[in-house]
């Protein structure tokens, strides 16, 4: 049974720092994509994300670039995203996903599993 579940979410200052983490089961962590997602109040879930099941390389969008790094953990079969210099507009439920994507994508329709979210708040 695949499963995803994250963790690591929280309150954190303007300018604070959080690791989440995504622990992954039912599957092997270098088959799959592993992305991370996020939507805000109001908002479309947009990709954030991506370390691809190829390479391992990983791919951001342009808003967290230089703050965000995404990295894999095999001894946890898990994935970490750290975040950097919050910024209030990262907040957002942030969610992982697994997918069969060789070069990696943060397209949301090329994932096939979703874990449950985690709620990051950026605020004073």
């Known amino acids: 049974q695949v499963q995803l579940v994250e963790s690591g979410g929280g309150l954190v200052q303007p300018g604070g720092s959080l690791r989440l983490s995504c622990v992954v089961s039912?599957?092997?962590?270098?088959?799959?994509?592993i992305g991370w997602f996020r939507q805000a109040p109001g908002k479309e879930r947009e990709g954030v994300s991506c370390?691809?099941?190829?390479?391992?390389?990983?791919l951001y969008a342009d808003s967290v670039k230089g703050r965000f790094t995404i990295s894999r953990d095999y001894a946890k079969n898990a994935v970490h995203l750290q975040m950097n210099n919050l910024k209030p507009e990262d907040t957002a439920v942030y969610y992982c996903?697994?997918?069969?994507?060789?070069?990696?994508?943060?397209?949301?329709?090329?994932?096939?599993?979703w874990g449950q979210g985690t709620q990051v708040t950026v605020s004073s």
């Open positions: 996903a697994a997918g069969l994507i060789y070069d990696g994508s943060l397209s949301e329709d090329e994932y096939d599993y």
């Open positions: 039912g599957f092997r962590l270098d088959y799959y994509t």
């Open positions: 370390i691809s099941s190829n390479d391992g390389s990983a």
